[in-house]
């Protein structure tokens, strides 16, 4: 029963190219979760999202950050034209249920490092 | 609002030493969760516990205890006769029915190193 898949594990961009992260979720779970963690930072939530729909997006900066849940694949977060702050560890987490009645199950992490 | 209080940055301790980590949460809601998650060097989040705030009761498992007092707003974690294994980063984190969702919200972690 594989975990939560998060690709790329690594990745690097220059200055105004876009980032796209992918996260599949742990098999039966509808629930997905991206957090951003900064050096020496924790983790601060960024979107909610169930199956093709955006349930809170709270935590997403207002411009250049998007997230999708399709119907068909994995989720993605995309951050376009990156900006050196953007570097930092990105965290996919799923669950079968909302995050405070069922246990979240974290990725590996995908580091983005802009240049 | 939600937060959560993780004081201790670093803590550095010798093999076999007991430590408490502590934890202090805020939150209007009457439920929520508690969790503790550990990340390692290699980066992955583990997750170790998760309370409801109806269940005070402490909780042992192996070498790690978990004292939950809602009086004090805390959660704190300790982990007897450590090892070097244990060396990671800890994360305490809140969860509730808040209006905006259900999202955790972790504190900022504090940093476990066991030496030999």
């Known amino acids: 029963n594989a975990g939560v898949m998060q690709n790329p594990r690594h990745l690097v961009r220059r200055r105004g190219q876009e980032a796209r992260l992918r996260c599949s979720p742990m098999k039966g779970h509808s629930h997905v979760y991206w957090y951003r963690q900064l050096p020496e930072e924790g983790l601060k939530f960024m979107v909610y999202l169930q199956k093709e729909n955006i349930i809170d997006e709270s935590g997403m900066p207002k411009e250049r950050f998007s997230a999708e849940f399709p119907k068909e694949g994995p989720s993605i977060l995309r951050i376009q034209q990156v900006v050196r702050g953007d570097s930092a560890a990105y965290f996919c987490?799923?669950?079968?249920?909302?995050?405070?009645?069922?246990?979240?199950?974290f990725g590996e992490g995908s580091r983005l490092t802009v240049l | 609002a939600q937060k959560v209080t993780q004081a201790q940055t670093e803590i550095s301790v010798v093999e076999k030493e007991d430590v408490t980590l502590d934890c202090v949460y805020e939150?209007?809601?009457?439920?929520?969760?508690l969790f503790w998650y550990k990340q390692p060097p290699s980066g992955e989040l583990v997750f170790l516990i998760r309370?409801?705030?109806?269940?005070?009761q402490n909780e042992i498992s192996g070498r790690y205890s978990w004292n939950f007092q809602k009086s004090t707003s805390s959660f704190n974690f300790t982990i007897t006769a450590s090892q070097v294994v244990d060396s990671a980063v800890y994360f305490c984190a809140l969860s509730g029915y808040h209006e905006a969702g259900t999202a955790l919200i972790f504190g900022k972690g504090t940093t476990l190193s066991v030496s030999s």
């Open positions: 309370r409801n705030s109806f269940d005070e």
């Open positions: 939150t209007r809601d009457t439920t929520y969760y």
């Open positions: 987490a799923s669950s079968s249920s909302p995050a405070n009645t069922g246990e979240l199950f």
